[in-house]
Antibody
Framework: EVQVVESGGDLVKPGGSLRLSCAVS????????LAWVRQAPGKGLEWVGR??????????EYSAPVKGRFTISRDDSKNTLYLQMNSLKTDDTAVYYC?????????????WGQGTMVTVSS | DIQMTQSPSSVSASVGDRVTITCRTS??????LAWYQQKPGKAPKLLIF???TLQTGVPSRFSGSGSGTDFSLTISSLQPEDFATYYC?????????FGLGTKVEIK
């Protein structure tokens, strides 16, 4: 059974930094493409970024609102995905979800974590 | 960016009703369209991928259709557990984008 568990959400001041983690189990992590999706309170879903597997060149893509401030990385030895968030803004307040992306089959986000809340406020 | 126009934004329906949600994209995306269901306080759940393929374990009352720029999700006979918000999403072109969602409410 695939399990996705995010952690690291917290209350942080504008301009601050935070790192989220996502532990994935139940399949071959190193082969997985992974993504972050966020949801502001009462709003819809917003794609944040995606990282390919290292065997598929490990390329990372970001959405415009976070490009240059957020960094997605992975540690295949720990089966963990990271989201380093710098220069945080109040607009970054959201539940952050980690998901697997099935590049070779569905072309969709097939397994999701429960989310971790990030609040940016003074 | 590809804009996703999802309609209606909300629908009020009864158990047993047939419900159809549409999603129109601003550019052709072939069949790289997925549908998700989200219940309050929970993570989204993949229902349909590649426009019309049912994810494993999803009841057959859910179906998807369309290609190009016009897509739809149909629930053939609404069940109590189907009251939720539904999102379409394209993975054809970066940035990947979601529709604004359709809330299916109890009539």
């Amino acid at each position: 059974e695939v399990q996705v568990v995010e952690s690291g959400g917290d209350l942080v001041k504008p301009g601050g930094s935070l790192r989220l983690s996502c532990a994935v189990s139940g399949f071959t992590f190193s082969d997985a493409w992974l993504a972050w999706v966020r949801q502001a309170p009462g709003k819809g879903l917003e794609w944040v970024g995606r990282i390919r597997s290292k065997s598929d060149d490990g390329t990372v893509e970001y959405s415009a609102p976070v490009k240059g401030r957020f960094t997605i990385s992975r540690d295949d030895s720990k089966n963990t995905l990271y989201l380093q968030m710098n220069s945080l803004k109040t607009d970054d307040t959201a539940v952050y979800y980690c998901s697997t992306y099935d590049s070779g089959g569905s072309g969709a986000f097939d397994f999701w974590g429960q989310g971790t809340m990030v609040t940016v406020s003074s | 960016d590809i804009q996703m126009t999802q309609s209606p934004s909300s629908v009020s329906a009864s158990v047993g009703d047939r419900v159809t949600i549409t999603c129109r994209t601003s550019q052709v995306i072939a069949s790289w369209l997925a549908w998700y269901q989200q219940k309050p306080g929970k993570a989204p759940k993949l229902l349909i991928f590649r426009a019309s393929t049912l994810q494993t374990g999803v009841p057959s009352r859910f179906s998807g259709s369309g290609s190009g720029t016009d897509f739809s999700l149909t629930i053939s006979s609404l069940q109590p557990e189907d009251f939720a918000t539904y999102y379409c999403q394209q993975a054809n072109t970066f940035p990947w984008t979601f529709g604004l969602g359709t809330k299916v409410e109890i009539k």
